[in-house]
């Protein structure tokens, strides 16, 4: 492993401020999914060091939550640039575990650095309020205060963001919090919690476990001491998760799946609208939850997006990541490659057609054509499901009404966009997606100051943005006799 610091390469677990090993010794190995070299292994731990965590996370909360925001801020602070100035190393750890270019890693490092910076500031705005009182002699006073202590399960598609995304509000707010990190991405968690220590987050504030997904999670949500559990993963999952939490009313954050409408109307720059697709779609080589999953063009313009698109594609330059201009990597495993092919021939049995790759790439492996595929019927299940792969159905539409009907038939409502340039029809669409965000001529949502989250089956809660602490604040009111 050539990193500047090797200490950020961590094979150990985090708990109460100590590296350590599973109780059982057990490890699980992690793979690369460009060249399929083992990388390494960490502990595969289980219930009994899970509730070791939750313990020490439960000790540690007295204390961190009586520190000052600003106390919290500036130790939020350190660790941002501690992210920063070893931004190289950990977008090296990064594209060798999960496979994106080595471009993305850089760039999802500043993106997951920026929520601690953003948070620590945000800590020092937990404001109350006072209210009117309702009798002459009451005062009403509302204060915030942290949940306690919380856990935290994050998937691997963003192996730095979706942590501190969750990790900075936490701290921030005064809470505590065990994290399981993807089994398939524990080193980018590990090289996090190797520099919150440094940055002087107290032993037991945040402890990473890492191990089996049902042991570990089971824990998390059975443990009576866990008052709040933040997940970003699969609706599947997420579902079940939250019935456990169910059982102790424990609160419950949410980002699940998505299946993104992307929208292009007569009256689009068509170029813009090219330029927003290769970005929302392919970014990540298509496994992001706010990925474009169905295209949607009208009639009109339906033909030049077409050729536009393909001439683009054509262009991602696929292979390992951490080579020079590589702008698109592998999936991260056999069951991402099935669920893309699985997706290619329901449509094309259904009518469809391939004009751009369809198949697996000839480096082998994980790898996968970015794949275009045109007059897609909106029978085909990629007009339902989430595809997670680099894979673009083009569907035609006709009209305004037809395609926000479209677009909200279904289950998900996570991030939708749509390329138009009349006022009126801007609005109109906007408002009736049935979606947590909408891109409106651009293809690139997320930043650390808006609110992320989706609605129906995608999800509850917002993270980042001043609404992002709030998820780990109690409200309480205190009826005050004069
Ligand atoms: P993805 O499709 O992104 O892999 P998953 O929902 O399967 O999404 O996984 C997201 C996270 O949830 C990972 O950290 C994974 O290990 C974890 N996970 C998967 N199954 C469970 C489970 N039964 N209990 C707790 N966590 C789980």
Request: contains cysteine.
């Amino acid at each position: 492993m050539q990193l500047k610091d090797s200490s950020l390469f961590r094979q150990q677990a985090y708990i109460d401020g100590a590296w350590v090993d599973a109780d059982s010794g057990l490890t699980l190995k992690v793979n690369n999914p460009a060249t399929g070299e083992l990388i390494g292994s960490v502990p595969k731990m289980g219930a009994v060091e899970t509730r070791r965590a939750i313990e020490a996370a439960e000790r540690a909360l007295p204390a961190w939550r009586a520190l000052t925001a600003k106390d919290r801020a500036n130790r939020l602070r350190r660790w941002f640039e501690l992210m920063m100035q070893n931004q190289e190393d950990l977008a090296r750890l990064m594209t060798l575990e999960q496979g994106k270019p080595l471009v993305e890693s850089r760039g999802e490092i500043a993106y997951a650095a920026s929520f601690l910076e953003w948070f620590g500031e945000e800590a020092k705005r937990v404001y109350g309020d006072m209210i009117p009182g309702h009798q002459a002699d009451k005062r009403l006073m509302v204060i915030k205060q942290p949940i306690g202590v919380t856990a935290a399960i994050t998937p691997w598609n963003f192996p730095s963001a979706m942590i501190t995304r969750k990790a900075g509000p936490a701290l921030a707010a005064g809470c505590t919090m065990v994290l399981k990190p993807a089994s398939q991405t524990p080193y980018s968690a590990l090289a996090l919690a190797e520099l919150a220590e440094r940055a002087g987050i107290p032993k037991g504030v945040l402890s990473v476990v890492t191990g089996s997904a049902g042991e570990v999670g089971g824990e998390l949500t059975s443990n009576p001491i866990v008052r709040k559990l933040t997940f970003t993963g699969s609706t599947e999952i997420g579902r079940q998760l939250m019935a456990e939490c169910a059982k102790d009313i424990k609160k419950v954050s949410l980002e699940l799946g998505g299946n993104a409408p992307f929208i292009v109307f007569d009256d689009a720059d068509l170029d813009a609208a090219v330029e927003g697709a290769l970005v929302s779609k392919y970014r990540n080589n298509g496994q992001t939850c706010v990925c474009a999953n169905r295209l949607y063009v009208q009639d009109g313009v339906y033909d030049a997006f077409v050729d536009k698109l393909k001439a683009a594609v054509a262009k991602l330059n696929i292979g390992n990541g951490l080579d020079d201009g590589i702008t698109t990597g592998p999936l991260i495993d056999a069951k991402a490659v099935a669920k893309v092919q699985e997706h290619i021939e329901d449509a094309v049995s259904k009518g469809a057609r391939v004009v751009s790759g369809g198949k697996p790439h000839a480096l082998g492996g994980t790898f996968f054509e970015p794949t275009i595929l045109v007059d897609v019927p909106k029978e085909a299940a990629v007009a339902k499901e989430e595809t997670f792969g680099p894979l673009a159905p083009l569907f035609r539409f006709r009209d305004e009404d037809e395609v926000i009907a479209f677009s909200n038939d279904t289950e998900y409502g996570l991030a939708a966009y749509f390329y138009a340039r009349d006022m009126g029809r801007v609005f109109r669409v906007a408002e009736a997606l049935e979606y947590g965000i909408v891109g409106i001529n651009t293809g690139i949502i997320s930043n650390e100051v808006a609110p992320f989250g989706g609605v129906k089956a995608s999800g509850l809660g917002r993270e980042g943005s001043k609404y992002g602490i709030d998820d780990y604040l109690e409200i309480k009111y205190l009826c005050i006799g004069v």
